[in-house]
DNA sequence: AAGATGGGACAGCCATATTGACGTATCTTG
DNA sequence: CAAGATACGTCAATATGGCTGTCCCATCTT
């Protein structure tokens, strides 16, 4: 195992050394960097009663107008009933709607009123400011390995359900 | 730090740094590369009835031993009332400690037990195991562009705090 | 016709966060 | 030294967003 089990710590930068402080670095700068950007939408949530989960249902229905409820449950990986109780409170607000699929019936696709389409991007205009300023900083080619890094947190089954989301845009 | 362009890297990160669809692949990669991460401890802490929250006491107090519990409320970024919850939750399984500062004797210094350092470290590898393969994967030049992407995200007044915890591994 | 699938709903529970109020020990400062 | 600030603890009530289990209906597939 990697890590030793008492506190001793080796005492040169033995490669192990080294690569636990680099995971404890991604830890951390992945914890912060994740929890400050949710933050920046809490503000414009509250002003309409809504949580983090509805911002997140919100966001990939825009992000794939006419998703089947299934493909959002993976793509959110949360159980039906949590899943139901958002989407009901966004079809309340009138931000969200239904329509019955033409290819199989039984599905229902959903996609963003006017009212809610304004509403995602008023949000996503909170996160536009903090993610670009933040890719300004570092710079492109810094950007990219930001990407790539992350693409390799994916596990393989899922990967082909992310860059589904990326092909359209 | 200058990274050489020469690496061939398929989908590059375009010059125009504002675009929304590179922000959205950002918003995503986001999502779904810390909630998978954070899943791959989840079997571990409910083996001792625990959750995500105590994972994220455990792994601070681990970082940094003696850490008084203001400025772990301060990372954290959660109320006292809630801390204390997961802190008596740790201490009752043995896992932290408390001792009173010798500086400031109204501080409680924490830091783990000898099984508190055992049971983090075996969350930690899952961790490990998870990061470095991504790291692996994406090559060493991307995880500099991952960190510095994501210290961008944090804002300036907690800066401070996330290098504190970097200098001392 | 039978079974599988997509979706909805009820009931109850758990984990984790919140606010507000109050108490105690200890440190700092006028 | 007295007064106030600070570090920590705790009680009570509440909100959010998950979960399991169960049952239902409509529709598609075989």
Redesign the interface.
Known sequence: ???????S?PPTASPL?L???????????????????TRAIDDGLAEHGLGRAHH?AL?FIA?QPDLPISALLKIL?ITKQSLGRVLNDLADKGLVETRTGNVDRRQKLLRLTPEGVKFEAQL?EA??S??????????????????????????AE?KAM?IA??KD?
Chains 1, 2 share one sequence.
């Open positions: 195992m990697a890590v030793p089990s008492s506190v710590v050394f690569r636990e402080h680099e995971v404890r670095r991604g830890v951390e700068l992945l914890f912060f960097g994740y929890t400050r950007l997140r966001y992000r990986a996503f996160l536009r903090s993610l670009a300023s933040a890719y300004a900083a570092a710079g492109q080619e810094s950007v990219t390995g930001f990407w790539r890094v992350l693409e390799g947190l994916i596990p899922d992310v989301l990326q845009i």
